[in-house]
C-alpha cells in the first residue's frame, strides 16, 4: 500500500522569507500522481500544487514550486516570499494514475507559522 | 459554481443518536469521495462513488457507518448509531473523471459525539 509521511509536524518562517516543507512517499508504481493541499483555519482544503510523476520538470504556481526526486520517493515543497495568509497546514498527497483506484493518500500534515 | 457544499458545519449529538451528512459535489463532476479527519489517524478514504455507483468502501470503519449517492448532485453519510470515537471532520469531495483531475473539497462538517 502506498504511504506518504510528512517528517515535520511543525514549521516556522519569517515573512518574507523562504521555507521548504518535506513529504516522502513509498509506492511501486511508476506513474502517479502528487498534491500539496493548504488547509488554513477555515478547514477548507485547497489544492496548492499538482506534479504528474513522468514529468521531469518541477511544477511551480507563482511563489510555490517543488522539488520532485523520484528515484528518492521525494517531494519537497518550497514556499518563497512567505506571506502571513500562508499560515495553514499543509497536507502532501498521492494519487495512483491508473488501477481503478481514485482516492488520494494523504500525509500527516505539517502546521506552518508565518512570523511576522 | 459554488463548489462542494456541507451540510450540516457543526454537527452535536449525544452517543446512540443517528447522524446524517450531506454533500452536493460540483455539478458536472463523475467521481465523490468522503473523507475522514482526525488528530490520530489524519485524513483518510471512508468511501468513493463513480456515476452514482459505490466503488472503494474499504474505509467505511464498521456497519454502523452507511453512504448513498440517489443522484448526481446529492450524497448522505449516515451513522447509527453513532459513538464518541466518530467525532472528527468529515469532508466531502469531487472531481472529474481521471486520477489528473483536481479533487475539490467542501468546507467539511465537523461532529462531535457526546
Known amino acids: 500500500a502506498q504511504t506518504v509521511t510528512q517528517s515535520q509536524p511543525e514549521m516556522s518562517v519569517q515573512e518574507a522569507e523562504t521555507v521548504t516543507l518535506s513529504c516522502t512517499y513509498d509506492?511501486?508504481?511508476?506513474?502517479?500522481?502528487l498534491f500539496w493541499y493548504k488547509q488554513p483555519p477555515s478547514r477548507q482544503m485547497i489544492l496548492v500544487i499538482r506534479?504528474?510523476?513522468?514529468?521531469?520538470q518541477n511544477a511551480t504556481e507563482n511563489r510555490f514550486s517543488v522539488n520532485f526526486q523520484k528515484a528518492a520517493k521525494s517531494f519537497s515543497l518550497k514556499i518563497s516570499d512567505s506571506q502571513l495568509g500562508d499560515a495553514a497546514m499543509y497536507f502532501c498527497?498521492?494519487?495512483?494514475?491508473?488501477?481503478?483506484?481514485?482516492?488520494?493518500?494523504f500525509g500527516k500534515g505539517t502546521k506552518l507559522t508565518v512570523n511576522p | 459554481d459554488a463548489g462542494v457544499i456541507q451540510s450540516p458545519r457543526h454537527e452535536v449529538t449525544e452517543m446512540g443518536q443517528e447522524v446524517t451528512l450531506r454533500c452536493k459535489p460540483i455539478?458536472?463532476?463523475?467521481?465523490l469521495f468522503w473523507y475522514r479527519q482526525t488528530m490520530m489517524r489524519g485524513l483518510e478514504l471512508l468511501i468513493y462513488f463513480n456515476n452514482n455507483v459505490p466503488i472503494d468502501d474499504s474505509g467505511m470503519p464498521e456497519d454502523r457507518f452507511s453512504a448513498k449517492m440517489p443522484n448526481a448532485s446529492f450524497s448522505t453519510l449516515k451513522i447509527q448509531p453513532s459513538e464518541p470515537r466518530d467525532s472528527a471532520v468529515y469532508f466531502c469531495?469531487?472531481?472529474?473523471?481521471?486520477?489528473?483531475?483536481?479533487?475539490?473539497f467542501g468546507a467539511g462538517t465537523r461532529l462531535s459525539v457526546l
Open positions: 455539478s458536472g463532476h463523475d467521481y
Open positions: 469531495a469531487s472531481s472529474l473523471k481521471g486520477p489528473r483531475d483536481i479533487q475539490y
Open positions: 509506492t511501486s508504481e511508476s506513474d502517479y500522481y
Open positions: 498527497a498521492y494519487r495512483r494514475s491508473q488501477g481503478g483506484s481514485e482516492k488520494l493518500v
Open positions: 506534479q504528474e510523476a513522468y514529468k521531469q
